[in-house]
């Protein structure tokens, strides 16, 4: 692969961009407060990786589909994997709460039942009840004592755990690896991560597509950042996405069903993929009870242990549902303007983003499931569908999209990406601050909800996110 390929200068890059990143994370030290961090100086070099990015369709075009080139840039996700390995969680804590549940499964107790707040130590008796004769929650005190900086950081003390039984499965797997620490936690990460670029590659072939698109996924930097640099856990889901896919492109829907049952285990929302999978079956009534009664009870049994506490208030999984708003756009709008002169705006507005999001993933699956050739494209359709109606539009969440952009790489997709670093601001200006909420979060939501329109009033169908669908190749 020559040095003046495009695609090769891009990841060479974007290796100094992470670099940089990696550096400036020191300067976020947990409980730093954010005036006394170099937030502006990170801020702007990760847009500037965002555009670097965005822009890598063009280099994929002007750049030699050959082994070497594909080697390569493999290699450069690897070498962008490994950088972010040394970098320190940059305002972000959610691993903390991935560390504690981690310990608290491989000690044999149940994740759900207790809040960490519940096994606060004993200097601490205005968080717990420190005269308990409960063996699990002495046990879990003994370790919290044992282990206080990670216990004492995790966020919302007072819930329980939001995340399903194979995140939990995943999380204590880390605590084998490293008790409580980064490194086996992103061990883990990058299991999961490996497998979905294997997967990916498995399904550009299937769709005989340029396998360099899987340089958007694999050099994506929310993927970078927020997984392997913040330790989000939202990789795990994205083995068991693809692989019910590709098990679907090649008609094997049972299995598709039982791998997507397994993403449910790790995100519940991958349910609304499965009307995609069943779409061929319908004229075969049979099958398609049989495959949704075997969907519906892998996914049932797989989830049990976290529903048989959600009805609690402090349930994780029930606060999520009913409260949690961060970074949100288009369900802000819903809920303090159109639904405002309610009673119960937030509900009103949770009732109306499901009924669109079912309403969409119907119509999907009527009008285009049965085309095999279709289901990366549409599941990309729906997945941006649910982070831009989601109340809780965290950047993260964009990891699940990552790999599809391989299929449908649309500029108000690659846009939302390269502007998730906007996010960071809220720690400036704060959730409530108007600048932030109708300011910020339009930014980082409406350009790319923009560029879509643009796309919809292109053409005639109403097929928007097809307009910039590169044919096969």
């Not at 809920?335 to 507005?349: K, S, T, V, Y």
């Not at 053409?459 to 910039?468: D, E, I, K, P, Q």
Request: glycine residues 6%.
């Amino acid at each position: 692969m020559s040095p003046s390929s495009p695609i090769l200068r891009a990841g060479l890059l974007m290796i100094a961009l992470m670099v940089g990143l990696v550096l400036l994370s020191y300067g976020f030290p947990y409980g730093a407060r954010i005036d006394e961090t170099p937030l502006a100086l990170y801020l702007g070099l990760a847009l500037v990786a965002g555009i670097v990015w965005a822009v890598l369709p063009r280099a994929i075009g002007q750049s030699n589909s050959t082994r070497s080139t594909l080697i390569a840039v493999l290699l450069i996700g690897l070498a962008l994997r490994a950088a972010m390995f040394l970098s320190l969680p940059v305002l972000e804590d959610d691993s903390y709460r991935y560390l504690w549940d981690g310990a608290v499964t491989a000690h044999g107790i149940d994740p759900y039942k207790y809040a960490p707040a519940e096994a606060a130590p004993a200097d601490l008796p205005w968080l717990a009840d420190t005269t308990t004769t409960d063996r699990d929650l002495i046990e879990l005190k003994a370790l919290a004592e044992e282990h206080p900086a990670p216990h004492s950081r995790i966020n919302y003390p007072f819930v329980s755990t939001i995340y399903p039984p194979i995140a939990q499965a995943a999380f204590a797997s880390a605590y084998f690896i490293d008790p409580f620490g980064l490194t086996g936690w992103r061990l883990i990460l990058l299991a999961a991560d490996l497998a979905t670029v294997a997967l990916l590659l498995a399904l550009l072939r299937a769709h005989n597509r340029n396998l360099l698109w899987v340089s958007l996924y694999w050099w994506n930097p929310v993927v970078l950042v927020q997984a392997f640099g913040a330790g989000h856990m939202d990789l795990l889901l994205l083995p068991f996405v693809l692989a019910a896919l590709l098990c679907a492109h090649h008609k094997k829907i049972a299995a598709a069903s039982l791998a997507l049952a397994g993403a449910a285990a790790v995100k519940i929302w991958p349910v609304l993929l499965f009307p995609l999978l069943i779409r061929p079956l319908l004229r075969r009534p049979t099958k398609l009870v049989a495959v949704s009664a075997l969907f519906a009870a892998t996914t049932l049994l797989a989830l049990l242990p976290q529903l048989l506490h959600a009805v609690k208030p402090e349930a994780g999984l029930n606060v999520y549902a009913t409260e949690w708003r961060t970074h949100a756009f288009l369900f802000a709008i819903f809920e303090d303007l159109l639904f405002a002169p309610f009673d119960a705006p937030g509900q009103m507005a949770r009732a109306l983003v499901a009924v669109i999001m079912l309403a969409l993933t119907g119509w999907l699956a009527w009008r285009f499931a049965d085309q095999p050739s279709q289901l990366p494209v549409l599941a990309a359709i729906i997945i941006a569908s649910l982070i831009f109606l989601s109340p809780t539009g965290y950047p993260w969440y964009l990891i699940w999209l990552a790999p599809f952009l391989a299929f449908l790489p649309h500029p108000g997709l690659l846009c939302l990406t390269a502007l998730a670093p906007l996010y960071w601001l809220r720690f400036q200006l704060g959730d409530d601050a108007f600048l932030y909420q109708w300011g910020i979060v339009p930014i980082a939501f409406g350009v790319p909800l923009w560029l879509i329109a643009q796309s919809v009033i292109k053409r005639r169908s109403g097929h928007a996110l097809g307009h910039h669908h590169p044919r096969p190749e």
